[in-house]
């Protein structure tokens, strides 16, 4: 038992001081700690039910996600077919009835379009099955997207949505998100110390979807008012145009977002006003370089989810690769555009179905009730700690105090969330500490009435404890990994502090009040009272 080298207590000591003073910064004010270096002064960060902050179910448009389905195999097969050899002509094709129809010119081709359509299906889901189903119904060929196939592609744009939501919330610099998937087509999304929810829903509700199209000038304003485009060209909402206020684009785009590198907010050099700057990758700034060139002098609309945002004229080819956003923007939109753009594109469009707005009162209260409990348990704990082991209960209650110390300072170190649930799992993880200390104590006890002399009963008592302490808490930890593996949220916050708690408390038990123990026998005590 005295066998406790110096370089261990030296280690002990490190590690107890650097957990303490981890654990500070969370207590101090902003105003002391943003002066100190960052690295010396992490807090813990309180969830949603603690700071407040907002909540949003978002749901998605499922059939935004089937139209783009049809959109995108229109596109494959009008390719396939154009470059099968010998070509396929092809007429009347409709994307009407959620199907994709069209009529082969040559009947002689339907057997062989119909080969083509079919190659375009892959297994879908566990099953295998197609996720399109083609038919051949006399000399068309209809196809039709079987449920397998679009569940499948709901769940991919789903998984695709959550990383760009999580992408552009943290692109705010909020702390610790909770972005989840609930359900097949939902995604839950709580944004602690975040009051404002409009400003939230303009930032993840926004699809992102950027194009470039130059403008229709043979739109005449009859066709504009009655939403008729000419052959080729789309009507589309043009709000600088006045109430009301429509143009008309070329429904092919001359660029689209997906090839933006960067997007960040900036000033027009001209009026000050604030613009998105854009810039293209290598293939996309030789693209838009090109179509500048020749079309010149032609008017081009920036499209935003299907909205012109404005439509300038192509004065001077642009071969910078990179261009300007203007329309009307204020500093805090712009920056949301920008985020946006850089975070991409949603591949489906998620409409808010709940949103709610938690008040920092509730957390306070919650705060405030559970320091109460946690002082008035710890007292009594301590007291009893006291009164039952003496000296070795003054031991155990340094050791949960550090224990308390080490908990606060990991989790500001990992940048944890202490939510509710992560109070009550702190709560829990010093009564195990306490545990550890009966269960030692009392082992000492056991040992003295054996007639053990002192460092032989302590030496036993602790070598005899320690295994069943960690007996009990390697599965407290196993638990903990499942919970946090399978749960979200709170129950995560939970499963975190559990885990951390357990560590220390088993840490500070075995190893801290076994060194205060060692220093103790080193003086040659005469009587051990327990």
Do not use: C
Not at 218 to 234: D, F, K, N, Y
Not at 286 to 315: G, W
Not at 474 to 487: C, D, E, K, P, S
């Amino acid at each position: 038992m005295l066998d406790f080298p110096r370089w261990k207590i030296w280690a002990v000591t490190l590690s107890l001081v650097i957990g303490t003073w981890y654990a500070l910064p969370s207590f101090l004010p902003e105003t002391v700690t943003r002066h100190m270096p960052a690295i010396l002064v992490p807090k813990i960060n309180l969830g949603l039910d603690l700071a407040g902050g907002s909540h949003l179910l978002l749901e998605a448009d499922v059939s935004d996600v089937a139209r783009q389905r049809l959109e995108s195999m229109e596109e494959i097969m009008r390719r396939e077919l154009r470059t099968a050899s010998p070509r396929i002509e092809i007429s009347q094709l409709s994307t009407a009835d959620e199907q994709l129809s069209f009529t082969v010119r040559d009947p002689a081709q339907a057997g062989a379009a119909r080969d083509i359509a079919r190659r375009q299906s892959q297994p879908a889901g566990f099953a295998g099955q197609p996720d399109w189903s083609v038919q051949l119904v006399g000399e068309r060929i209809v196809m039709r997207p079987t449920q397998a196939g679009l569940n499948q592609a709901v769940d991919q744009a789903m998984e695709v949505a959550r990383d760009i939501v999580d992408r552009r919330i943290n692109a705010l610099g909020t702390l610790e998100p909770t972005i989840i998937r609930q359900g097949s087509n939902r995604i839950v999304v709580q944004v602690p110390g975040l009051q404002d929810p409009e400003a939230l829903k303009a930032l993840i509700g926004r699809t992102a979807r950027l194009e470039f199209k130059l403008v229709d000038g043979s739109a005449t304003p009859e066709q504009l008012a009655s939403g008729r485009a000419p052959v080729g060209s789309q009507i589309l909402p043009y709000p600088d145009a006045g109430e009301g206020g429509r143009i008309a684009v070329q429904r092919r785009a001359m660029i689209s977002g997906d090839q933006i590198i960067d997007a960040q907010q900036g000033f027009d050099s001209q009026n000050g006003s604030p613009v998105v700057t854009i810039r293209f990758d290598g293939a996309g700034s030789r693209r838009f370089a090109r179509v500048t060139q020749e079309n010149v002098n032609r008017p081009f609309a920036i499209i935003l989810d299907n909205i012109v945002i404005s439509a300038p004229n192509i004065n001077e080819p642009i071969l910078g690769g990179s261009a300007q956003i203007s329309g009307g923007f204020t500093v805090e939109t712009a920056n949301q555009l920008a985020i946006s753009l850089r975070s991409g594109r949603l591949p489906v469009a998620l409409n808010v179905v709940e949103e709610r707005t938690v008040g920092p009162d509730l957390g306070y209260d919650s705060i405030r009730l559970g320091i109460i409990a946690l002082i008035v348990g710890s007292s009594l704990v301590l007291l009893y700690m006291f009164v039952t082991y003496g000296r070795f209960g003054i031991f155990a209650n340094i050791a949960i105090f550090l224990n308390v110390a080490i908990i606060l300072g990991v989790m500001a170190l990992m940048n944890a969330t202490l939510t509710l649930p992560g109070i009550a799992g702190f709560v829990l993880t010093v009564g195990a500490a306490v545990d550890a200390n009966v269960i030692i104590n009392e082992r000492i006890r056991e040992e003295q009435r054996r007639g053990r002399n002192i460092v032989q009963a302590v030496e036993h008592g602790y070598n005899e404890a320690r295994s069943a302490i960690f007996d009990a808490n390697i599965t407290n930890v196993i638990a903990g990994m499942l919970l946090f593996y399978f749960g979200s949220g709170p129950i995560r916050g939970f499963a975190v502090v559990l885990m951390i708690g357990i560590v220390t408390s088993v840490y500070t038990a075995v190893t801290v009040t076994r060194m205060f123990a060692s220093l103790w026998l080193r003086t040659r005590p005469r009587e051990l009272v327990l």
